[in-house]
């Protein structure tokens, strides 16, 4: 089981003045947590785009090259990227000049986005939801399959035998479809038999056993193929020393950050006893390091997931808090995981080499 991190960017609080930092520190408090997370051994670290000031990692690629040149292991990916409000064929290049950076390490997770600023901010219209990702979706499959491309569309301008470079050291990158749960993406991920990354924010993710179901028939009913279903899962979380410290640590951040999306999005702030809730069985893998490591071993024993990354870092999180959650779960969490499930190799497996056969993994079927 590959375990990771994934960020949004967060305005830590500045121990030396109380206050948040700045949206310029968070892109370096973020570097200085994924270069942790490779000295502890994690073999994942995911950042999601969005581009609020309280979430400002809105350039992934960015960070995550500065990332390839400060680690050696760890695999560097977007978590999500809002395919829909950006260029295929740009995103494309700025991942494949960070796989060359990293020596192999880079893949996309290419979403429709929770977080909706993108669209105003860029110019679309949120009424084209299906349509702008639909499209987007396929030329940045064709341009990841072939350097030069042609292409029509009604969300972008055509592709006449044009030629995308640079390309990638194994010819394409590892593109995941992610998802937030929905059957129809699940689906689509299965038929075109590309690996599917699950956001699970509420509720027992146990619930999703039935998604990872439908997306294995749906990629069986496909062709013939040397690899397998791929599934990862990303939620939120945080490791403390004892589960009491965990959840005091992390309730205020939470608490702060989902009354700052709740205010703009017209729900009401979280409250202390469903957030105990979700993190005695919920979707918050909040506690101590055993708790967690049970949590991810019962989750891939229903699922068959071969990835879990949690987010840690909510508004208001000091840094020394974030690299404390993330330093126990290398050490303290992982070597758990690991005797259950078996390690990973020291050479994290590149999902383009097909991934474990479902036998493997436990899955239930």
């Known amino acids: 089981m590959q375990l990771g991190v994934y960020s949004f960017g967060n305005q830590a609080t500045d121990p030396a003045t109380g206050g948040l ?21 994690l073999e994942f670290f995911g950042i999601g ?3 609020t000031e309280e979430m400002p990692a809105s350039a992934a690629s960015v960070i995550l090259g500065a990332a ?31 796989d060359a950076l990293s020596n192999g390490r880079a893949e996309i997770t290419a979403g429709r986005g929770s977080s909706v600023e993108s669209y105003p901010l860029f110019g679309y219209r949120l009424e084209d939801y299906d ?9 940045l499959l064709k341009v990841n399959e ?18 995308v470079v640079p390309r990638p050291d194994r010819g394409s990158l590892p593109i995941w479809l992610g998802t937030g749960g929905s059957p129809n993406s699940t689906v689509r991920a299965g038929q075109l038999q590309l690996p599917v990354s699950y956001g699970i924010i509420g509720g027992d993710p ?15 009913a496909g062709p013939e193929t040397t690899r397998h279903p791929l599934i990862s899962v990303g939620n939120p979380g945080f490791i403390g020393e004892t589960d009491r410290e965990a959840r005091d640590t992390f309730w205020p951040t939470w ?8 205010r703009r999005r017209g729900f009401a702030p979280p409250i202390r006893e469903h957030f105990d809730i ?39 999180l000091p840094q020394r808090d974030l690299l404390r959650s993330i330093e126990l779960l290398g050490t303290k969490v992982k070597p758990l995981v690991d005797a259950e499930l078996g390690p990973e190799p020291e050479v994290v497996p590149n999902p383009l080499d097909g991934g474990p056969a479902p036998a493997q993994t436990g899955a239930a079927s």
């Open 21 to 41: 930092v700045s949206t310029a520190q968070a892109q370096r408090d973020l570097l200085e947590a994924i270069v942790l997370a490779d000295q502890v051994g």
């Open 68 to 98: 390839a040149s400060q680690t050696k292991r760890i695999r560097l990916a977007s978590a999500v990227t809002v395919l829909s409000t950006d260029d295929p064929v740009r995103i494309f290049q700025q991942f494949a000049t960070l």
């Open 206 to 220: 146990v619930r999703f056993k039935a998604l990872a179901d439908l997306y294995r028939r749906a990629w069986a």
């Open 255 to 262: 608490y702060r950050g989902m009354a700052d999306i709740g």
């Open 146 to 163: 072939q350097a030069t491309v042609t292409w029509s569309g009604s969300v972008r301008a055509a592709l006449d035998e044009q030629l």
């Open 49 to 51: 785009e969005h581009h």
């Open 278 to 316: 979700e993190a005695e069985g919920g979707a918050l893998f909040v506690g101590e390091p055993e708790q967690i490591a049970n949590r991810i071993i019962r989750l891939h024993h229903a699922m068959g997931h071969s990835r879990q990354f949690l987010q840690m870092d909510f508004l208001g």
């Open 131 to 139: 349509r702008l990702y639909a499209e987007k979706l396929e030329l």
